[in-house]
């Protein structure tokens, strides 16, 4: 039984509900589909019980009314877990600095670039938006556009 | 007297603090000792991924490229891969190798960037002088084998857009033993040269379990003891043909991050001579579509400041619905504020540059302006020019006489 293969295994022998859920892209590539309930049960075991202590970053999507996040960690023998779930927009995520304290700038990275809500997220400056930057206008969703382009346009 | 120390907060930055990149660091100071750093970034932020999503993936492969001026390599091929895999593409074993080459040619130059601003922080600017010596031997090869010194665009989708001649192979190997040589001349410095030694010991420390917890990458964590290293645990293009070690070292301060680096670039040495030796035969791309059918994909490549991570979603036309860059340096920025606490005011400049954070380079050609004509000029001219510039203001660089075999 290969890396990837072990990992999904153990993952639905903890989790029945993820049966189906988790897929092996290629050798080094586990995606893992959950839901947000479920979500920081999964996470956690993942971190902390199956080895997988290397944080890579957060991507977040616009997905019309829901954003779809995807955490992204690896191990040190070089697989990597995809862990992806979605969260309405408007409601709120729980931060992960509890177990990856560096995890932090990409959480507000959602929040700037996305309008995610993270819950518990410690205080800070933004991040990479300037201060002075609408805190309503977030220029990752699809149908933000440019002030200027936008007067242009209608 | 009372023993209640006074707190001083200093403001430091964005312009500038230790190196030519905006970021601010608010520093609480007690007496000349930090106590704690708060950090903001962003003020480079470009809307590159924004920029991305209205962009066709071969426009976007230019414009990744441009995320870094360093390591531009890294950025275009993490991006590439995801696109490829993606795609379904199988690239071609040459392009694999040149895509190897290039990358392990922009670790040497990246790395000899780094001694050389290192050296620069603590007052050593001989050492700043010689190692930007040598490293314009490896900008000079790139652009003769790519056509740039920075921005090389050597990637395509489904392969690389230039062979390597086989007359080119000689002068790569020239140069590669003249930068070995040099190499070994700084390790022999970094080992002995007890100045050196002590004023990077125990400078910006960072134990293992802060490496990891923090999410510290490249050097900067194997500095720290942890050994990873994406091109062995995780690789892509050539690198699972080629024989290399992984340096780490447990000094987890910036001597061990000189050290590491340093080690790193005998290995790219070695790695550049086994790619010259076995590099296979063939065509260098594939036929690739416009259009990419919908899907996902991550890619994971060690650029020479750590791990870069590219992830693209596709929707089944030209354009990327979502491509999400993360570069090592904001990884590596985490760690930097646990490596000044309890430091010196003073060794803050050595400590953010011990990270190499990343900055732009320069074009290699240049318009004049004067009496309302401009001009271009090509490489040739563009040092004739320069030669000339400074010979007017009574520098003649010609009498500066360069040991080794006269390559620089």
Not at chain 2, 2 to 29: C, N, Y
Request: charge should be negative.
């Amino acid at each position: 039984m290969s890396e990837a293969e072990t990992l999904v295994a153990q993952l639905v022998a903890t989790f029945p509900a993820l049966t189906g859920h988790v897929t092996v892209q290629r050798a080094k590539r586990v995606w893992i589909d959950v839901d947000r309930q479920a979500f920081p049960e999964v996470f956690r075991r993942l971190a902390k019980d199956l080895g997988f202590e290397v944080f890579c970053m957060i991507t977040g999507l616009d997905e019309g009314a829901d954003l779809g996040l995807i955490y992204h960690l690896a191990r040190n023998d070089g697989l990597m877990a995809n862990v992806k779930t979605r969260c309405p927009k408007g409601e709120s995520m729980q931060t992960i600095t509890s177990i990856f304290p560096g995890g932090g700038i990409y959480e507000r990275e959602l929040i700037d670039l996305l309008g995610a809500h993270i819950e518990g997220l410690p205080e800070g400056p933004r991040y990479p938006l300037p201060d002075n930057w609408p805190k309503d206008e977030h220029p990752l969703l699809k149908d933000w556009r440019p002030r200027d382009k936008g007067a242009k346009d209608a | 007297m009372p023993d209640k120390k006074r707190t001083v907060r200093v403001p430091i930055g964005p312009q500038h603090p230790a190196l030519k990149e905006p970021e601010s660091f608010m520093v609480d100071l007690q007496g000349e000792k930090i106590s704690s750093v708060a950090l903001r970034l962003g003020y480079n932020h470009r809307g590159i991924e924004k920029g991305c999503e209205e962009r066709t993936y071969m426009q976007d492969l230019y414009l990744v490229e441009r995320v870094c001026g360093i390591c531009s390599h890294s950025h275009a091929t993490a991006f590439i891969q995801a696109v490829e895999e993606i795609a379904g593409l199988e690239i071609p074993r040459r392009a694999k190798y040149i895509r190897t080459l290039i990358a392990e040619l922009e670790r040497v130059h990246s790395h000899l960037l780094w001694l050389g601003v290192a050296g620069h922080e603590i007052g050593f600017d001989t050492l700043l002088m010689y190692s930007w010596r040598d490293r314009e031997l490896v900008m000079d090869l790139f652009a003769e084998l790519t056509g740039n010194r920075v921005n090389y665009a050597m990637n395509t989708l489904g392969g690389v857009r230039r062979d390597i001649a086989a007359e080119q192979v000689p002068h790569i190997q020239k140069i590669v033993d003249a930068l070995e040589e040099r190499t070994k001349y700084y390790i022999e410095l970094a080992m002995t040269e007890e100045t050196l030694a002590q004023r990077l010991s125990g400078v910006g420390y960072l134990s293992k379990e802060d490496a990891i917890r923090l999410g510290a990458v490249g050097p900067t964590s194997r500095a720290s003891g942890a050994d990873r290293d994406t091109r062995r645990d995780d690789p892509y293009a050539a690198y699972d043909e080629l024989d290399f070690k992984v340096i780490t070292d447990d000094h987890c301060d910036v001597f061990g991050r000189t050290v590491v680096r340093l080690g790193e670039l005998m290995q790219s040495y070695s790695m550049i001579r086994q790619i010259l030796k076995q590099m296979p035969e063939g065509p260098i791309a594939v036929k690739a579509p416009l259009k990419i059918p919908a899907g996902e994909a991550v890619s994971r490549y060690e650029a020479p400041r750590g791990e870069d991570v590219h992830y693209v979603r596709a929707n089944g036309t030209d354009r990327p619905e979502r491509v999400k860059v993360r570069a090592p340096t904001l990884a590596n920025t985490q760690s930097v504020a646990k490596m000044l606490e309890d430091g010196y005011l003073a060794d803050l400049p050595i400590v953010v540059a011990a990270i190499d954070p990343c900055f732009s380079c320069t074009d290699r050609t240049i318009a004049v302006q004067g009496n309302g004509d401009s001009k271009t000029m090509g490489w040739e001219e563009l040092v004739r020019y320069g030669v000339r510039w400074y010979r007017d203001r009574g520098v003649d660089p010609s009498r500066i006489k360069v040991r080794g075999d006269g390559l620089a």
